[in-house]
């Protein structure tokens, strides 16, 4: 019995440690995919026996029928679920792919490249900034009054520029990105609502990549700004002594070892794209709405109606699942981003 509980080397288990192991994860799996598999079960009943439950067992506990498929898929529902799927599968994947580019670029520029913004220029930017808002509140033509605003800013930053002294640096610069991202959506959704109504993109797919776009980038520069600190600078080095330029040298060195941080980080960007609802509540009436807008708005004006509403979640999530498996290799290494320096 002893050997039960003696470990044959410091990092091998014993026997019964590796038992209590297993069913400690075995207990946590059923934990985690017990809610998935109530959505599926679900799916296949009726709405008298969803109210009668609870039923687990198909064939046991109740007759399983695709009469909720059918109706979100066939039915009442159709029009509006795949409209609002095709939505959503154009916005968050087209948003996070445009996030993740320009989010890479700009971190490996903070990495690589030294900045020294000095402040009085950017509060100088600012304040042109809040100019050219308020005339347009006012009533001035936007492109009016942002090319006064740039005007007037360049004649100040030529004029008084050189008086400004402190400066801001690299981290300085990273910290202030990703606090846009701690900044609640509620803050600024007006604001954005009123910019795409001056604009006439209200309820269009390009208002909601463009906002997705915004919101996300400060998350994907972090993450791929601690990826690229992993990446020793002697390899670009090397390449750069034999020719190569600084875009060769990210397009054919730097990224491709970065593809596990690329992974894991366009996986955050559309987990959270594909979730979000708020900014969609605002920006989206009809035509450009997506699935977490129907789902909270069904559930609103019906109540919780779980024999389809478990198909349209299914339905949501499928897409998700399916890219993280299909990305599985990458994830777990791109998940410890920053975590060895």
């Known amino acids: 019995m002893r050997d039960l509980f003696v470990r044959k080397t410091l990092f091998t288990p014993s026997p019964a440690g590796r038992l209590g192991s297993y069913l400690i994860l075995l207990v946590w799996t059923a934990v985690v995919l017990f809610p998935l598999y109530w959505l599926v ?200 002594i034999d020719g190569a330029s600084r875009y060769v040298i990210f397009l054919s060195i730097v990224l491709p070892l970065s593809v596990p941080g690329l992974v894991a980080t366009f996986l955050f960007v559309l987990v959270f794209t594909w979730n979000e609802y708020l900014l969609a509540l605002f920006l989206s009436s009809a035509k450009a709405q997506t699935l977490p807008y129907v789902i909270a708005a069904q559930n609103a004006v019906r109540g919780p109606q779980w024999w389809y509403m478990s198909v349209l979640i299914l339905i949501m999530i499928i897409p998700v699942i399916a890219v993280a498996i299909a990305l599985e290799r990458y994830i777990s290494r791109g998940l410890l981003i920053g975590s060895i320096k």
């Open 41 to 240: 079960v679900t799916s296949l009943k009726t709405p008298i026996q969803v109210h009668e439950g609870p039923f687990y067992i198909p064939f046991v506990d109740f007759e399983p029928t695709l009469e909720p498929w059918h109706y979100i898929l066939v039915g009442d529902l159709s029009n509006d679920t795949l409209r609002t799927y095709y939505n959503t599968i154009t916005v968050a994947p087209i948003s996070a792919l445009l996030a993740l580019v320009i989010g890479s670029a700009s971190a490996y520029a903070l990495v690589r490249f030294s900045y020294r913004p000095r402040t009085g220029a950017i509060l100088l930017f600012i304040g042109c900034l809040a100019l050219a808002t308020a005339a347009i509140a006012l009533g001035v033509p936007w492109p009016v009054a942002v090319t006064a605003a740039l005007a007037v800013f360049v004649l100040l930053l030529i004029t008084i520029g050189r008086r400004f002294k402190r400066s801001l640096k690299n981290d300085d610069i990273a910290f202030w990105m990703i606090s846009q991202r701690i900044l609640p959506p509620i803050a600024i959704v007006i604001p954005i609502f009123i910019l795409f109504q001056q604009l006439n993109l209200l309820d269009t797919r390009l208002a909601l990549i463009i906002t997705y776009v915004t919101v996300n980038l400060p998350i994907a520069i972090w993450l791929m700004r601690d990826y690229f600190l992993t990446i020793p600078l002697e390899l670009e080095e090397c390449a750069a």
